[in-house]
T-cell receptor, first 113, second 114 residues
Framework: ETGVTQSPTHLIKTRGQQVTLRCSSQ?????VSWYQQALGQGPQFIFQ???????GRGNFPPRFSGLQFPNYSSELNVNALELDDSALYLC????????????FGNGTRLTVT | GENVEQHPSTLSVQEGDSAVIKCTYS??????FPWYKQELGKGPQLIID?????GEKKDQRIAVTLNKTAKHFSLHITETQPEDSAVYFC?????????????FGTGTRLLVSP
């Protein structure tokens, strides 16, 4: 059984640029969620995708957007990068949209300079 | 919205001792409470979870207790080993919104000394 995989592992961008992060969900999981983890903090919910639709969103501005594909993989896009966007971005998949256990990937470390 | 507080922020124990981490939550509608272990350079790993219709759950050396009245839940690790050293996060979510939003605590850094 393949777990959640994310790419790239590290990324450095300049303020104002755009970035796309990718995630492959665990086999059999149809729901993908994205979280942002600042250094020394717990992860914060960005949004969740189920059946290619965003079905829940946290307190993040519209410049954070996503996609889910028919194979349940997902992308997180961030436009107009700000210094405070520097963080570990975590993707998690689950077998359902409700209170199903979330399984996280190892994340993408984004640094904005 | 939901707020989850976690204590202590750091915990140092000797190998073989027990470790207890405590969390409180604010939203009485929360009904799912997972615990995650995060090692350096890795994503959070689910180690145990509990739902609101259960008061206690155990898996080998790990146990979680839930007190719905007081809105707090705890992680208990017995016979700690150096490989238990990591950051532990508690989280809470409610199941009535059609999606799962985990609200995490601020983490506990556990150090187990040989």
């Amino acid at each position: 059984e393949t777990g959640v995989t994310q790419s790239p592992t590290h990324l450095i961008k300049t303020r104002g640029q755009q970035v796309t992060l990718r995630c492959s969900s665990q086999s059999g999981h149809n729901t993908v969620s994205w979280y942002q983890q600042a250094l020394g903090q717990g992860p914060q919910f960005i949004f969740q995708y189920y059946r290619e639709e965003e079905n829940g969103r946290g307190n993040f501005p519209p410049r954070f957007s996503g996609l889910q594909f028919p194979n349940y993989s997902s992308e997180l896009n961030v436009n107009a990068l700000e210094l405070d966007d520097s963080a570990l971005y975590l993707c998690a998949s689950s077998p359902g949209q409700g209170s199903s256990p979330l399984h996280f990937g190892n994340g993408t470390r984004l640094t904005v300079t | 919205g939901e707020n989850v507080e976690q204590h202590p922020s750091t915990l140092s124990v000797q190998e073989g001792d027990s470790a207890v981490i405590k969390c409180t939550y604010s939203d009485s509608a929360s009904n799912y409470f997972p615990w995650y272990k995060q090692e350096l350079g890795k994503g959070p790993q689910l180690i145990i979870d509990i739902r609101s219709n259960v008061g206690e759950k155990k898996d080998q050396r790990i146990a979680v207790t839930l007190n719905k009245t007081a809105k707090h839940f705890s992680l208990h690790i017995t016979e700690t080993q150096p490989e238990d050293s990591a950051v532990y996060f508690c989280a809470a979510s409610r199941g009535d919104t059609g999606f799962q939003k985990l609200v995490f605590g601020t983490g506990t850094r556990l150090l187990v000394s040989p």
